[in-house]
């Protein structure tokens, strides 16, 4: 498949650019990290490198070309196997927007194959911007207006120098989460069933899933991307590597999955991002957070650095936390943060769906079942363990281009597991 | 005159706004050009903040030698003042840092072109900057740093011999036997309290209820006093009719039934009005009301690639506030995060009277009216050690909390040197410390600081020394 190379922003409010050369020509052969080509803003010239290895098939921008909207592909990249010229024929639209969001499709319920770990609708409670850390940095004018109101710092992100949490960030965190506003809805509502129901009183998870996935649907705009991973040479290994394993150790397709698309953040750095206002964050690490269903709602623990563990090491950890956040013994370290969620409903049956990205995260995986499907294999009709997954991303940091990268190699890592134990 | 002449930035007006915003801008890598049509430094340094600084230096050492014998120190023969000596080391001072920015600008290879600019045609992205040398400069972003001149009143022309402004009035050649001085601000409120301790008769004129109108009410109130018990004469609520040349001098004269002031001369400090003309803004999009250009929090006006700071957008007319508006403007133009316009009473104001008047923040009048159930702690210089050993009691601290959050919302200070002891308050705003923290910050003994923490401390009903 042919690789289209889009016009970077150097800053988070660039729109527009300066294409002002090419580096290479149509025919050179591109490796990861050449730079191929200098766009300029009014601020900076910067050095575009390449993500993928290739052969340069086509120059749809022409250096010199001023004004280029970021996005725009300006180039594109013939892969392994491609001709320069199948690729340099292609028709040039290019789907840079991504598509539209799936359809529920009604479906017969096949018996849910291997979802293991019971997961949750939507993914929540996290904290702040800031990575790996449970301090909240915050004013003491801050902390004492935060504690008059009740607004939880570690659920906000700061405005101040470093993240740090100022009177206007408690401020503005509570006029969006007025409890006036709030109470509204209840009382219009009540009057209508009178009799037929009953308050409970809402649990501060509660309010803080509330908060935070009404922020994550009116801040971030969320699109999706949806694709069928055959699994038959998965659970086949699955097998294979549980046969074999140490006593005690048990590896789910869950872990897989959260292996799976730890190699492809890594190798798929865009898509491991989040969305800061000025600024955005770009991870080093694959913190792959799992979305746990607990008693009155969920919390998403993490999986610290999931690109560096082997997958008996990830079946360990993900029980050890899928069983503490069940018990409400997971300390808040342990379930803030994370660059990336994974959400599996696989185990109720669920064929597909979209989730909620957890703030301030880029994307979320909502993984469906497992289930016999017709497929077809060069032109014959053949039976295979088909999971289907969707990729909600936050079109403000990865775009339509980025996140279906990102859902290739993740199918890739699913479809081929030899390649994710490299 | 610079041979170079395409820039990313060029900054019009080499005062504390400009240069200051040239040399971040070189810091950020961006290739700037100053134009100045004047001195380096601008009004403040050469004919504002700092060689006001110098003659007040001068009177107070004139007003020691008057305490010198509560100290034991007989000073025999006669004391003179020379003014023109005086006046001198004044002028040396501000060409001493003048010299020392054009340093600093050259070490951040700033260029620096000595001539006069307009706003010329944007050309593509490129804004044209026209010089009346005959150079055209061009620049991806123009920053407007001109300042301001003094204001007048309708049928007043300050003449710069019986009617002054406070750049005549800062390089007398003579002492006049008496003076009228028009308008009680900082500027006028430091003139007055010079000319006094130089033996002119003084009679300071507001047209508001009190001088220092801005400081809290309290304040304002206690200079008041230590101007009067000093000899001056204070005359408010009075609005001025007309200042005329006459007899012996100049008369002043106020609407209703105000007597009128005769006095050798006058000067004219009635606020500042921005130097916005000339500057090639008809045509553009830069929008001007009433002499101000016009701008957002960051110094942007309507026409894209064009900015101003410091005087010329308007007040609070103050230096420091010129240099912070320069810094942000530039690094909003660099695209940096974390960027923020100026907040809310974030700006300290420093007068440097005799007392001297330091204040940030709302006063308490002000806190009222926006709605805050207020907690205020006074601390008298009375009370504090440091101050009485120097001979320098005479002082108070007010500090304004709101009672629901522990905010700092203001501080409010006069007495000796508060204008240095300001910034203490000012961080603690900055960090939005509350009570909690300031009275828990140990304040070193025996300094004056320690009046601010029993201030704090008083608005908690926990005062010490008091």
Redesign the interface.
């Known amino acids: 498949m042919a690789i289209d190379i889009l016009m970077p922003a150097l ?3 660039m729109e527009t650019g300066t294409l002002a050369k090419w580096a290479v020509a149509v025919g050179d052969a591109v490796r990861s990290g050449d730079v191929i080509a200098e766009i300029e803003t ?2 900076a010239t910067m050095e575009v490198e390449a993500v993928d290895d290739g052969v340069m098939a086509s120059i749809l921008v022409d250096a010199g070309s001023e004004g280029v909207p970021v996005g725009t592909p300006i180039g594109r990249l013939a892969e392994d196997g491609e001709t320069v010229d199948d690729v340099a024929a292609a028709p040039k639209t290019v789907a840079v927007e991504p598509s539209a969001p799936p359809q529920p499709t009604p479906s017969a319920t096949a018996p849910a194959a291997a979802a293991p770990l019971p997961a949750a609708p939507v993914a929540a409670l996290t904290s702040d911007a800031a990575p790996k850390t449970d301090r909240v940095f915050a ?4 902390r ?2 935060a504690a ?1 109101r009740g607004v939880d710092l570690a659920a906000l992100s700061g ?4 993240g740090r949490i ?2 206007r960030d408690v401020e503005a965190a509570n006029i969006s989460a007025s409890p006036a506003a709030a109470s509204a809805i209840p009382s219009t509502a009540g009057s209508a069933i009178q009799g037929d129901s009953r308050t409970e009183p809402n649990s501060q998870m509660r309010k803080i899933i509330a908060a935070r996935l009404q922020e994550s649907k009116a801040t971030a705009p969320h699109f999706y991307l949806t694709v069928d991973c055959e699994i038959d040479t998965l659970l086949e290994s699955r097998r294979q590597m549980n046969d074999r394993a140490p006593e005690g150790v048990k590896i789910s397709v869950n872990d897989l999955v959260i292996r799976a698309a730890a190699m492809a953040l890594i190798k798929v750095p865009k898509a491991n991002a989040s969305w ?4 955005t964050r770009l991870f080093s690490h694959a913190d792959v957070a799992m979305a746990v269903a607990v008693d009155g709602g969920l919390v998403t623990p993490v999986i610290w650095a999931a690109e560096q563990k082997g997958l008996a090491e990830i079946a360990s950890i993900s029980r050890d936390l899928a069983t503490r956040a069940r018990d409400g013994k997971l300390a808040p370290e342990e379930f803030s943060g994370g660059s990336f969620t994974i959400s599996n409903l696989g185990m109720y049956g669920v064929r597909e769906f979209a989730a909620v990205i957890n703030p301030p995260q880029g994307a979320i995986l909502a993984v469906g079942a497992g289930e016999q499907r017709p497929v077809v294999h060069d032109g014959q009709l053949a039976v295979a363990t088909v999971m289907t997954v969707t990729l909600s991303a936050d079109h403000r940091v990865v775009d339509g281009a980025v996140g279906a990268e990102w859902l290739q190699a993740f199918k890739g890592f699913i479809e081929a597991p030899v390649t994710m134990l490299l | 005159m610079a041979a170079e002449t395409s820039f990313d930035l060029v900054i019009v007006g080499g005062g504390p706004g400009g240069y200051v915003a040239a040399i971040r801008a070189s810091q950020l890598k961006m290739k700037v050009a100053l134009v100045e049509r004047e001195n380096l430094g601008g009004i403040c340094l050469n004919w504002g903040c700092i060689p006001t600084k110098a003659l007040l230096r001068a009177a107070e050492m004139r007003h020691s030698i008057d305490e010198m014998k509560e100290f034991g120190i007989t000073v025999s023969g006669e004391v003179s003042i020379d003014l023109p000596a005086v006046v001198k080391r004044s002028r040396k001072v501000a060409a001493r840092l003048s010299a020392g920015v054009q340093h600093l600008l050259k070490k951040n290879k700033v260029t620096v072109v000595d001539d006069l600019a307009t706003l010329g045609a944007k050309r593509g ?1 490129l804004r044209e900057v026209k010089l009346a040398g005959g150079t055209t400069l061009t620049a ?1 972003n123009v920053i407007l740093a001109t300042g301001a001149r003094a204001r007048s009143l309708p049928g007043i022309e300050p003449d710069g011999k019986t009617i002054l402004t406070y750049r005549e009035a800062m390089v007398p050649e003579t002492m006049p036997k008496s003076l009228v001085i028009i308008g009680s601000g900082a500027i006028g409120s430091e003139f007055a309290s010079f000319y006094l301790d130089m033996g002119v008769e003084v009679t300071l004129i507001e047209a508001m209820d009190r001088i220092l109108p801005v400081e809290d009410a309290e304040i304002s109130d206690f200079v008041k006093k230590a101007f009067v018990k000093r000899g001056m004469k204070i005359v408010t609520g009075a609005r001025l009719a007309g200042l005329k040349p006459s007899a012996g001098g100049v008369t002043a004269s106020f609407e209703g039934a105000i007597d009128p002031v005769i006095a050798e001369r006058a000067i004219m400090a009635v606020g500042i009005t921005g130097n916005s003309e000339s500057l090639g803004l008809d045509g553009t999009k830069v929008k001007v009301d009433r002499g101000h250009i016009v701008t957002d929090g960051y110094g942007a006006t309507g026409e894209p690639g064009v900015f101003a700071i410091g005087d010329v957008p308007g007040p609070p007319w103050l230096a420091h506030k010129a240099s912070h508006e320069g810094t942000i403007c530039v690094e909003k ?6 960027v ?1 316009a100026i907040g809310e009473g974030a700006v300290p104001g420093c007068t440097y009277c005799r007392p001297q008047v330091a204040s940030v923040g709302m006063t308490e009048a002000a806190a009222i009216e926006a709605g805050h159930k207020v907690r205020v702690g006074r601390f008298p210089m009375l009370a504090n050690g440091k101050a009485i050993a120097m001979g320098d009691d005479q002082g108070l601290i007010k500090t304004v909390f709101d009672d ?4 700092l919302l203001g501080a409010h200070m006069v007495g000796p040197e508060v204008t240095e002891l300001i910034q203490g308050y000012a961080i603690a705003r900055t ?4 009570e ?2 300031l009275i828990q910050t140990i304040f070193p003994h025996p300094t004056l600081s320690e009046a601010m923490h029993e201030s704090v401390l008083d608005a908690y009903g926990r005062a010490i020394h008091f």
Not at chain 1, 159 to 162: E, I, L, R
Not at chain 1, 276 to 279: F, L
């Open positions: 800053s988070p409010t009014d601020k004013s003491p004018l801050a004492r207006i008059d405005s101040g120098p470093y100022l009177r800061e206002g000025d600024n | 992205d991806r133009i660099a695209g940096l995060p974390d923020h629901a959050t522990g905010e960090l939005e410390a509350t909690a923290e």
